[in-house]
Nanobody, 123 residues
Framework: QVQLVESGGGLRQAGGSLRLSCAAS????????MGWFRQAPGKEREFVAA????????YYADSVKGRFTISRDNAKNTVYLQMNSLKPEDTAVYYC????????????????WGQGTLVTVSS
């Protein structure tokens, strides 16, 4: 079992930045692939970014490419999402997820989920 805890959410004005963190505990493993998803009010949860745990390959949704950066620190069992040039449409609850498929983009490809952290971007 793996527990994931997100932190770093908050309120920013458009154009601002935030860094989200996702700390993994429990049966952590260097082979887990990690991803970030988000869910805006009234919308389905959607893929944001993914990173392979072993070689740091990354993949992004088109909507965040060039603005968001996913990274990881294996020694700390932590994954980060640096969000720059924030837009009001980035407002959502952001979820961290862990799974066994590298650079997966579908919800059902991830086994473990965090509780989410709220990001609000004002115009």
């Amino acid at each position: 079992q793996v527990q994931l805890v997100e932190s770093g959410g908050g309120l920013r004005q458009a154009g601002g930045s935030l860094r989200l963190s996702c700390a993994a505990s429990g049966r952590t493993s260097s082979t887990y692939a990690m991803g970030w998803f988000r869910q805006a009010p009234g919308k389905e949860r959607e893929f944001v970014a993914a990173i392979s745990w072993s070689d740091s390959n990354t993949y992004y949704a088109d909507s965040v490419k060039g603005r968001f950066t996913i990274s990881r620190d294996n020694a700390k069992n932590t994954v980060y999402l640096q969000m720059n040039s924030l837009k009001p449409e980035d407002t959502a609850v952001y979820y961290c997820a862990a799974g066994f498929i590298s650079l997966a983009t579908r919800l059902d490809e991830y086994r473990y989920w965090g509780q989410g952290t709220l990001v609000t971007v004002s115009s």
